[in-house]
């Protein structure tokens, strides 16, 4: 036991590959029994699934903490519990407004016990194990970043009502239209619900939590933000391979994954430099995922036009911020290993 931790605190970054495949593809048959098959008792195990890089970085993080426990408090029970009732709340309000699922209360009981995965994240960065409060406390925080928040919000839903124009304007499909009848308020009251969702399930608290949080910071500490993001980047869109082929996606297909490839490459690089120049914020990397995915659940995706207009908006980050320049090491994105530390690969 002593040799596998301490072989997790010296190489970090590929123990966090390994834990987060072995979590997510371990229990990738759920995605299918639960998605296709209906059985839908298996759902925990989906949100254990999804939430692998964020339990693949708390792992990592507990194992290699070298600081004693804070003392005892109520704050986690607490913050757990109001991360679980609103966790719940959201995944109830999609059930309810956007699958249109009937409500019920064995429906509200099953909710309660699938999301605690997510809870558990969440209230983790009230955790007694200092290294694993600090690693997950920009989850929570907003402030200081309430201006890349917002901008994390607008620019990707931005960039695909562009790219749908000009895919409109030179005949390739028509303007998109959001797929729900409704219109005004209501319409804005869907976009919300389907926004937090996202948030939680999972490109926050299962996802950015670990890619950006934990990996990009670790790996920004030995190579620049380009080459670390376009490494996470192969990483991600790979890790998704269960989920897709559950959705039908043609996952047998080299078409399907050539448009993943472009799509997400460059979606990981500005992922990434919200990440950076947020100094660190898991919470706008979030929202910027969750955002990228709210669009992508309101309108029809040009899947030529859209990676070219993400590809030329990564160049234009990669070109005005030099990011093949590795970042200062008391860049507040950039990992610092403690004195005592083997290393991280």
Known sequence: MNKLTNWLKGHQIIAFFIITFAITWGLGFSYGAVMRQGQFLLAPLVFVATCGPALAGIIISAVSNTQPRQAASKTPWIAFLVAWVVSALVFLANNTFINHA?????????????????????SLAYSRIPRVKSYLASLIRLRGVWGWSLLALALFPALVLLSTSISSILGWQPIATHRFPETGLVLIGLVAVKFFYQLFFFNATGEEAGWRGFALPRLQSRISPLVASLIIALFWINWHWFLWQAEGNPVFSWQYWIVQYALHIPASVIIGW???????????????????????????????????????????????DRMWKKLPSDHPAVYREPTNSQGLF
């Open 102 to 122: 009937p409500f019920s209360p064995v429906m509200v009981v099953f909710t309660f016990v699938s999301v605690v995965p997510v809870a558990f994240v969440i």
């Open 274 to 320: 919200f990440y950076n120049r947020s100094k660190g914020s898991i919470l706008v990397a979030g929202i910027a995922h969750a955002a990228a995915n709210t669009a992508d659940g309101f309108f029809n995706l040009d899947s030529t036009v859209l990676p070219l207009t993400l590809a030329f908006v990564a160049l234009v980050l990669i070109v005005v």
